[in-house]
């Protein structure tokens, strides 16, 4: 062969692809061009050593890029002089061009901590695979003026680079360096700025002297502390207002993760990846250096990241500490951090000083959150390295906006069978993160160019994201579809796997949902397809005594779940719940006996129950403590499963409330019972699907909902289903939680606009 035409599919713009085909054509005497298109890059190639050429492409594609698909059509040659890098407008404006944000390489890593180089030292520095993207677009075609870098104009060094195709920084939109790029500054507790010679080492200083630094990073702040340092890290949680809540820690490099953590080489992959998610990875038993508990109290897993910015290796190389607390910069409940004059206003109190640079950030982003089961990352939350990157859902059609729940708040916008989930923007339940939302909303739109034909949202009338999005739905002139939460959950494991329409059975574990007849639903047994569900098996409902608040206190859970079991003998089996209620357990009594309260189907609030009866926890300082604290209570040496019972669609625990009470009575540890309670309810959730499924001829099962972010029970159910000859099916690209709720919402108003032909 002398001449192809080479075609590769996948995540291949914006990331370097291009230069590096360029520099491989000049390596192996090719002559040709290769050129940007729709969804990926072509190639015309001729020359002798094509074939070395081909696999090279394969071999060294550049790290942030994923190549899914290479076709080779061989062609009869064309005579060409040289090897040239075509310009394509068509995609070059197009929103598939904007690359997540890229962890610093290991190459630009070198050149930093290298005192011969030109960058030693400098924290903006970044090359043709590397640094920041979707965080500094202002507007398409992703092009420096059209970034927040247009505010640098390029020095003769950066310039003579970014126009030399055989330089690492071969048009790399944000290069730049000390003499003419962004900078750093410190600012004390009140904004005023702190003249220093080198303001990352003197925050480095502070941060070791027990001090608490606010950094700004490429998404936005990132309060950092010493995770070594007990005082500092009860400091942080006191001006925070943040009791328990786990914090993440950047760790120094993969080795300081590996002497903390049992890591997987997956896991170490993936630490290491671009995108430097932080990973939810089990510590060791003894970890070196020692952690301070109050890290994450009451947890075995530890939220784990390396540096992916170069002031995260900077302040590093400035200090003997190999472990940091990097968290959110934000105040409790409201989107992170990211413009300077905000953050000393936002984290007054809370930060000492202020490690900040001049260069703005647009795309707000929260750190990626993932853990990983069956070589794969669970998403648990979907931001900074992922975004915008788009989902292919099974079918093309108009575009959809769906704005999800209002907890985990993510919208997704469709363009086409492309979704594209917008940035994690927190809990919808304050201005400040609906003003998030809408700003993101207009750059998504306007980057997708696309008018929604129709607004999606939760079935729940009092949500801020129902009523945007009839807000919305009016202003446009669009209809309005309102989705069951759980049919949602159960269509974005459908979307993100494309599944075809055909009826599956999803069991749907989560904390809360509307369910349209008036209950909470939370752990919902559903047969969909891409029109419609049908409820066909739940958790028995009790009442949920005192509304939310029983997520909050869940001895108030605990209470509904015993008085099921044992009635008005509750006193004898769980003598100590009804000890600790004091002056409550009388009245709480006489709601659970009357009913007179809602009633709940809720898998979240069973986990509540069954932490507070071992003794666990008994309350939710922050959502999910109480069935995070159960999962790091389970030893696979114990032996036994609780008992659950499955007839006419109702899975029913009390068996499981009864075995408890007997293991609590015979001072069986909190071991004993979280272990078998977990057994216990995957075989109960397998026993249920297997009938059912049996009986309706199906034997594809999806398992979504926040509460599989479990990965204990997520992986029981797992093999449980395979054990049964079943398909699972869970959530890929996007989180199991309500962050993935859009999705689900918008595959559902896409394919209700295909259906009715409009
Ligand atoms: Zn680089
Ligand atoms: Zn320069
Ligand atoms: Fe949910």
Redo the contacts with the bound molecule.
């Keep these: 062969m002398n001449a192809a035409i080479i075609r590769i599919q996948g995540i291949v713009q914006g990331v370097g692809f291009r230069p590096t085909v360029y520099r491989l054509a000049g390596e192996f005497d090719i002559v040709g061009f290769v050129r940007n298109d729709t969804g990926g890059v072509t190639i015309h190639a001729e020359g002798a050593r094509i074939d070395e050429f081909i696999r090279a492409l394969r071999s060294r594609a550049p790290r942030a890029s994923i190549v899914r698909e290479m076709t080779v059509a061989e062609i009869s040659p064309k005579g060409y002089s040289d090897f040239v890098i075509v310009p394509s407008e068509s995609t070059e404006g197009d929103v598939t061009s904007i690359s997540p944000d890229l962890a610093t390489c290991p190459e630009c890593t070198r050149e930093l901590l290298n005192p011969a180089d030109r960058r030693f030292g400098y924290p903006f520095i970044n090359c043709t695979l590397c640094g920041p993207r979707y965080s500094i677009v202002r507007e398409l075609p992703y092009d420096r003026p059209l970034t927040t870098m247009s505010d640098f104009p390029m020095c003769e060094d950066c310039n003579r680079e970014y126009m030399d195709v055989h330089d690492r920084r071969f048009h790399a939109q944000p290069n730049a360096c000390e003499v003419c790029g962004p900078r750093y500054e410190l600012l004390d507790g009140e904004g005023k700025t702190i003249s220093c010679e080198n303001p990352i080492e003197r925050a480095a200083r502070f941060l070791l002297s027990g001090k608490i630094v606010a950094v700004k990073g490429i998404g936005g702040f990132h309060l950092m502390a010493d995770a070594l340092n007990d005082d500092v890290v009860d400091e942080l949680r006191r001006r925070k207002r943040r009791p328990s809540k786990p914090f993440a820690v950047m760790v120094k490099n993969i080795q300081t993760a590996r002497n903390l953590c049992e890591l997987s080489r997956f896991e170490a992959e993936i630490l290491e990846s671009p995108s430097a998610p932080i990973l939810l990875v089990k510590m060791k038993n003894e970890p070196k250096p020692k952690l301070p508990e109050s890290l994450a109290p009451g947890l075995d897993r530890l939220g784990v990241f390396l540096p992916y910015a170069p002031v995260h290796h900077l302040l590093f190389a400035k200090m003997d500490s190999h472990v940091l607390i990097a968290t959110s910069g934000n105040r409790r409940d409201e989107p992170i951090v990211c413009d300077n004059a905000e953050a000393v206003e936002d984290l007054n109190g809370i930060a000492d000083y202020f490690l900040v640079h001049n260069r703005e950030i647009i795309g707000r982003s929260d750190d990626s959150v993932g853990f990983v089961s069956e070589n794969e990352m669970i998403i648990v939350r979907r931001s900074r390295g992922i975004v915008p990157r788009s989902i292919e859902m099974p079918n093309a059609g108009p575009s959809v906006l769906a704005v999800g729940?209002d907890?985990k708040g993510t919208f997704c916008l469709t363009r086409g069978a492309e979704a594209f989930p917008s940035p994690y923007f927190g809990d919808m339940i304050g201005e400040k993160s609906s003003a998030f939302f809408d700003e993101v909303l207009d750059r998504y739109l306007g980057w997708l160019d696309v008018v929604p034909r129709a607004v999606a949202c939760d079935l729940h009338p009092d949500y801020l994201s129902t009523i945007k999005a009839e807000r919305l739905a009016k202003k446009l002139g669009v209809p309005l579809f309102r989705v069951q939460?759980?049919y949602a959950?159960a269509l974005s494991v459908v979307a993100g796997n494309r599944l075809p329409n055909e009826p599956v059975l999803a069991l749907?574990l989560?904390?809360?949902?509307y369910g349209g007849d008036g209950s909470i639903w939370?752990c919902e047994f559903l047969i969909v397809d891409y029109s419609e569900f049908e409820r066909v098996g739940h958790l028995r409902e009790v009442v949920q005594p005192g509304g939310d608040r029983a997520a909050v206190d869940v001895r108030r859970m605990a209470l509904s779940w015993a008085f099921e079991a044992f009635g008005d003998r509750i006193g004898r089996h769980f003598p100590n719940l009804v000890k600790s209620l004091g002056d409550l357990a009388q009245p709480m009594m006489k709601i659970v006996s009357n009913g007179g309260a809602p009633m709940v189907s809720s898998a979240g609030r069973l986990f509540d129950t069954v932490a507070c009866m071992a003794g666990i926890c008994c309350e939710n300082t922050y959502e999910s403590e109480c069935p995070q604290r159960l999962m790091s209570a389970f030893d696979p040496r114990i032996e036994g499963a609780y008992g659950f019972d499955f007839s006419d669609g109702i899975l029913d625990p009390i068996p499981a409330i009864i075995e408890i009470a007997d293991d609590v009575r015979g001072r069986d540890g909190a071991s004993v019972i979280a272990t078998r309670f977990h057994r216990g309810f995957a075989n109960g959730l397998v026993g249920a699907a297997r009938s059912i499924c049996e009986r309706r001829g199906i034997s594809r099962v999806l398992l979504t909902?926040?509460v599989f972010q479990n990965s204990i029970l997520f992986e029981l159910v797992l093999n449980g289903l395979r054990n049964e000859n079943l398909s699972p099916f869970w959530n890929r690209f996007v989180p199991p939680?309500?962050a993935g709720?859009a999705l689900g919402q918008a595959m559902f108003a896409v394919e209700k606009l295909r259906g009715s032909g409009d």
Excluded: S
């Design positions: 729940a907890l939460h759980h959950h749907i989560d904390g809360f949902g939370g909902g926040g939680g309500d709720v």
